[in-house]
C-alpha cells in the first residue's frame, strides 16, 4: 500500500509564503516523477509543477519565478515553496507520484488527498 500525505496549506495574505510538504510511504521500490496539481473552485485540475527523480523541474507559466519544487529522494519527500502568493492561486493543492511498488513490473500514479491554500486579505 502506498500512501501519499501533504501538509502545509493554510490561510495567508498576498504576497505572502506557504510551503507545502508531501511525504511517500508504504512498499515503494522506486518514485520517478513527483509533482503538485491544484485545483480552484469550478476550474480544471492543472499541473503546478513537477520534477524528475534527477531534480529536472518545469513550472506552470502562471507560477514560473514564485513557485520551486523540490524533493528528498531519500525522504521520499517532494515540496511546493510558494511565494508571492495571489488571491488566484486559491485552490486545493494535490501531490502526484509515478511509484513503482516492492515487487511491481511498473509504475502507476498516486495522489495525495489534497491540501487547502487559501491567499486572501
Known amino acids: 500500500q502506498v500512501q501519499l500525505v501533504e501538509s502545509g496549506g493554510g490561510l495567508v495574505q498576498p504576497g505572502g509564503s506557504l510551503r507545502l510538504s508531501c511525504a511517500a510511504s508504504g512498499r515503494i521500490a522506486s518514485i520517478n516523477t513527483m509533482a503538485w496539481y491544484r485545483q480552484a473552485p469550478g476550474k480544471e485540475r492543472e499541473l503546478v509543477a513537477q520534477?524528475?527523480?534527477?531534480?529536472?523541474?518545469n513550472y506552470a507559466d502562471s507560477v514560473k519565478g514564485r513557485f520551486t519544487i523540490s524533493r528528498d529522494n531519500a525522504k521520499k519527500m517532494v515540496y511546493l515553496q510558494m511565494n508571492s502568493l495571489k488571491p488566484e492561486d486559491t485552490a486545493v493543492y494535490s501531490c502526484?507520484?509515478?511509484?513503482?511498488?516492492?515487487?511491481?513490473?511498473?509504475?502507476?500514479?498516486?495522489w495525495g488527498q489534497g491540501t487547502q491554500v487559501t491567499v486572501s486579505s
Open positions: 520534477i524528475t527523480n534527477l531534480g529536472f523541474a
Open positions: 502526484n507520484a509515478l511509484i513503482r511498488g516492492i515487487g511491481g513490473v511498473r509504475a502507476f500514479d498516486h
